[in-house]
Structure formats: structure tokens, C-alpha cells
């Protein structure tokens, strides 16, 4: 059979590979015709990578390979060929030392894959809260036509006639048994409902938090956050995604194109709407970063500081992402954000609409779930960015997750020097540490940990939760789940490790937070924090060799994103030299 290229509006980057009738085109055919792909889907259509995350290990994403045949269909309806390339994937769940040590190596293999290989357009196959940003990234830094189809939600957990989140009951149960008002057994009986179907967490946790964000970005279909795994929307919305991206390559519409200022200034407040996690911070400004936009912190305060949040949702509120998906899901919450005028309309997705066609005519069907302004569940929801001489490069805190009685606190420093310290010493009753204190945890940043783990929520002292208290002030340069609630100061940068302030807090200093002045005060006189920073020394650097290594050698702040530094900024995939 003659080689017979097909008609496109210009030559496809996968024809270098493919395309022609030369030793190095018949090496490339041949060796992929061994898969059974007949002759015809070489011939000048689009060649789609399916970067698929899916893993058994990685539980949010175990039922990737079911959409990823789902993606396929559409692909090959729309003219095009389809190929399934495993990228890595970091669980959350199951990740040591923590699964964000490893987003930005995914982010590495995964633009390597691009790059290096014959795709004209790349379908991102998503669930897990780091799989989300790591794909981004590299899509981001290679530029090729994308699209994010995500994995979606588990179905609401149920233990005793009570709506259990996954993630957020852990927490809430595991404090009680630690208090004394719930059994080991009925906690281990509460275990086998916390995740009982396929999908990522149903809170809105750090998954849903950027299934949504990939949303109001623009990079994934209108609808696509909030379908439940296990719904059979779920993979029509695969299928809808393979037949898009095969017109996306034809219209070369790329990330670049879409992840513009504002749209990531439409994610930001959309992240402040739904209650979104902190980790969103670190994770858009990350992808910012790649795809050469200039985000920085103050964008967070500026277009987060005044939104309100209505998605009513658990850590914040009490309903689940099925209800949200069954009340319109992210649609309606971009539909109130343009009626109130906090929305870039014009901003283009991967459909080719403008962000405001997609979104204008949708309509609420439940809004207990999806709140009006005047019953919100907090009026400033946004996250809120505080500053001061404990974190002069910034820190965060989620207010819709916060103790109201603690946005104002000024208190005693109880300091736990690493984890190892506080897991030591939070279970003594000897512990100087009363509800009144602010817990102080060094030396879990992106170096310090290393790879800043989801720690930030330290569980209270049992003798606190004895005297039924659930909520204290808590500071530290560490990351929280999405799905845990509190009034928690996160991100704090410079980080400890890093020879920030936090580094020589020390047990008895005063500390003041005041959410609403944005501020995180360590009070004591500046000569004696600056002989302190002067006499400090950093940690032993633990990697010798290895990725471990090369991330702490590398990995920037929280505040720009934790990426490492020569990750930044996009690269574009071009073809290279054939070595054959």
C-alpha cells in the first residue's frame, strides 16, 4: 500500500515521525504496526496522546483505564489516533514521604513524554490532587494542544445515617477517639464507608479543589469537575474530550492561549467561591510559572480577598460533590461569578467558546448546596494571604475552614522543632499547652520535610480535646489537606529550613494573628529576632544523591510555587534530530 499523507491546514508535528516513505518513517510505522494499527492511521491525522495517571496505587485514579478507552471512542470518531502513554503517578494517599516531593518529577516525565515523542495533542487523564498540576505542568511547558478530562468524585460516604467525607471524617473521628467520644471499633466501622465507590475525594477536597480549577482555567470541558466517577456522565465526558481534542490540534489551540491572566484570575475567585483547598495556592502558581504567566501571591489576596463562599461543601459546609453535581456543579458558581461582575467572560476554553457561552445560561437546581451571596457560608472566603515578620514572603489561611473566634488570636508559642518532635510530645499530658496557645511546627517546607507534607493540621493535645475544644491556632510552613478544616496558618515562607523567621520561634513568644489586617506578627523586638536569624544554622541536608537530592537542591518557595527553579517557564516541544 502507497503512503498517502492526508489533507490538514498544516503539517502535523507527528509527520516527522510518520509521515513519508524514508527509512526513519518506515522504522517509526513499522515498529507501532506490531500494536495491529492498520496502514490508514498513519496518513497524516492527528496522533492524540492519552497521558493516562491511572495506578492501583494511586486510588483516586484506579479507573482511569476504563475513560481512557472512553477517551479513545472520541478520538478515533473525530479522525484521529489514539495512543495510551502511562506517565508517573503520585498518590497522596499513599506517597512517602509525601506525594507533592514528587509533583514536580511527574511534571518532569511528563513533558519529557511530550517532547519526545510523536503527539499532536496530548488528552490529560486526571484524579488524584497531584496528578491534576503535574499534567498541567508539563502540558504548560511543552505547549502542545490539551485537554484535562478528570477522573471525578467518589459517591457520599454514609456511617449511621450521617454523610461522611472522605478525608474530613478522618480528621473529625479521629479526634474523638483521641478525646474520648468515639471507640476504636466504631472508628474501624466508620473506615469501610469513608470511600465506597471509584473516584478522588467527595469533600471538596485538594482533588475536587483543582478538577475545578482545571475547569474555570478553561482546560477542561464545561461540566467536567463535579460528575461522579462511578456516573455514566462521566464517560460520555471521556468520549465528548477524545472528539474535542482531535479539533483542538486542527484549530492549534493550546495552553498557552488559554491559561491567560485572567483566567487564572477566574480560577482564583472560583477557588474562593467553592471553599477551594489552600493547595490550590501552590499548585496554580506553579503552573503560572510554566506557562510563562506572572502570578504571584498578592493576585490571590487581590482577587480572593472579598469573595464570598456558597458552595456549601464539607470541610466548609456540609453536603458532598454529588450534591454539587447534581445542582449544576462548577457551571452555576462561574454563572454567579459573571452576574456579579468577578468574572473574565471572554476568556476562551477548550471548546473554542468564550468562558460566558458556556456557562450563562445554566441554571441552580439546589441552592441549599449552591448558596445565594446573602446565606453564605463565609463573606470573605477567599484564602487569605498574611504577612508580617514570621512570614515576609507570605503564608496562607482558608477563613470558610477557620474558627471565627480565632481570626483575631494573640498567643503563647507551644514549638514542635519537625514532626518527629511534635508526634514526641503531643500525646504527653506534661505538655505546657493550653487552647490559648498557637502550635508552632518547623521544618516542613518543600526542603524541610522535604517535599512539604500535608502536616499542617496537627491534631490537637488530647488534654485540649478533652475539655471539648476543637480548634486552635496552628503555624507552620507545612501544606493541609483539602480536606481538613481549622484555623490553620499555612505555607509560611521563607520556610524554616530555609533560615525563614519561623526558624528560630522559640517555646513562650507571643505570636498575633489578625486574618482580617492580613497579619502574622512574632512578637519581639527586631534586634533580638535579628540575633536569632544571625545564630541560626541550617538543618544537615539528608539527600546525598538521587531525586531527593535534586529537588532540595532546587525546589523553590511556597510562595512562587515550590517548583524547581529550572522548570520555569515554557519550552515548547519541539521535534528534535532523529537519531536513526
Request: charged share 25%.
Amino acid at each position: 500500500m502507497v503512503f498517502k499523507p492526508a489533507k490538514w491546514p498544516r503539517k502535523l508535528r507527528s509527520q516527522e515521525w510518520f509521515g513519508g516513505t524514508g527509512r526513519d518513517q518506515i522504522y517509526h510505522r513499522s515498529w507501532m504496526k506490531n500494536q495491529g494499527f492498520p496502514n490508514d492511521l498513519f496518513d497524516g491525522r492527528p496522533v492524540i496522546g492519552i497521558l493516562n495517571t491511572w495506578s492501583e496505587l494511586t486510588p483516586c485514579n484506579a479507573h482511569l483505564d476504563v475513560l481512557a478507552e472512553k477517551v479513545k471512542h472520541g478520538i478515533y470518531e473525530a479522525g484521529g489516533f489514539p495512543v495510551e502513554v502511562p506517565v508517573f503517578s503520585a498518590a497522596e494517599s499513599s506517597f512517602r514521604p509525601t506525594a507533592m516531593m514528587f509533583r514536580n518529577l511527574a511534571s518532569m516525565a511528563v513533558e519529557e513524554a511530550i517532547r519526545g515523542q510523536p503527539m499532536d495533542g496530548c488528552v490529560l487523564l486526571v484524579g488524584c490532587d497531584k496528578t491534576t498540576p503535574s499534567l498541567l505542568m508539563g502540558a504548560a511547558s511543552t505547549d502542545l494542544p490539551s485537554i484535562v478530562v478528570t477522573g471525578g468524585p467518589m459517591l457520599n460516604g454514609y456511617f449511621r445515617g450521617e454523610r461522611v467525607g472522605s478525608g474530613t471524617h478522618l480528621w473529625k473521628f479521629s479526634e474523638a477517639v483521641k478525646a474520648g467520644e468515639m471507640t476504636t471499633e466504631d472508628f474501624l466501622e466508620a473506615e469501610a464507608s469513608m470511600s465506597r465507590s471509584a473516584g478522588s475525594c467527595n469533600t471538596m477536597g485538594t482533588a475536587s479543589t483543582m478538577a475545578s480549577m482545571a475547569e474555570a482555567l478553561g482546560m477542561a470541558l464545561s461540566g467536567n469537575a463535579a460528575i461522579p466517577a462511578v456516573d455514566s456522565r462521566r464517560r460520555v465526558m471521556a468520549q465528548l474530550s477524545g472528539r474535542r481534542i482531535v479539533q483542538m490540534v486542527k484549530d492549534d489551540l493550546k495552553p498557552s492561549d488559554i491559561m491567560t491572566k485572567q483566567a487564572f484570575e477566574n480560577a482564583i475567585r472560583t477557588n474562593g467561591a467553592i471553599g477551594g483547598s489552600t493547595n490550590a495556592v501552590v499548585h496554580l502558581l506553579a503552573v503560572a510559572g510554566r506557562v510563562g504567566v506572572d502570578l504571584t501571591l498578592y493576585d490571590w489576596d487581590r482577587c480572593g480577598r472579598d469573595m464570598a463562599t456558597i458552595v456549601n461543601l464539607m470541610p466548609s459546609g456540609k453536603y458532598l460533590m454529588e450534591e454539587f453535581f447534581y445542582a449544576g456543579g462548577l457551571p452555576v458558581v462561574l454563572k454567579h461569578l459573571g452576574d456579579a461582575g468577578l468574572l473574565h467572560k471572554d476568556a476562551i476554553t477548550v471548546s473554542g467558546q468564550s468562558v460566558w457561552d458556556e456557562v450563562k445560561d445554566v441554571v441552580n437546581h439546589n441552592d441549599d448546596v449552591i448558596l445565594p451571596v446573602e446565606k453564605a457560608l463565609t463573606r470573605q472566603g477567599g484564602i487569605a494571604v498574611l504577612r508580617g515578620n514570621l512570614a515576609p514572603k507570605g503564608a496562607v489561611l482558608k477563613p470558610s475552614a477557620a474558627s471565627p473566634h480565632l481570626m483575631k488570636h494573640r498567643g503563647r508559642a507551644v514549638v514542635f522543632e519537625d514532626i518527629d518532635d511534635y508526634k514526641a510530645k503531643i500525646n504527653d499530658d506534661n505538655l505546657d499547652i493550653d487552647e490559648n496557645c498557637v502550635m508552632v511546627l518547623k521544618n516542613c517546607g518543600p526542603k524541610g520535610y522535604p517535599g512539604m507534607a500535608e502536616v499542617g493540621n496537627m491534631g490537637l493535645p488530647p488534654k485540649v480535646l478533652k475539655k471539648g475544644i476543637t480548634d486552635m491556632v496552628r503555624v507552620s510552613d507545612a501544606r493541609m489537606s483539602g480536606t481538613a478544616y481549622g484555623t490553620v496558618v499555612l505555607h509560611t515562607s521563607p520556610e524554616a529550613a530555609a533560615g525563614g523567621p519561623l526558624a528560630v520561634v522559640r517555646n513562650g513568644d507571643m505570636i498575633e494573628l489578625d486574618v482580617a489586617q492580613r497579619r502574622l506578627h512574632l512578637d519581639i523586638p527586631e534586634d533580638e529576632l535579628a540575633r536569632r536569624l544571625a545564630d541560626w544554622a541550617p538543618p544537615a541536608d539528608q539527600a546525598e544523591a538521587g531525586y531527593a537530592w535534586l529537588h532540595n537542591a532546587h525546589v523553590e518557595g511556597a510562595d512562587t510555587g515550590a517548583d524547581l527553579d529550572f522548570l520555569k517557564g515554557c519550552r515548547g516541544a519541539p521535534v528534535g534530530r532523529d537519531s536513526h
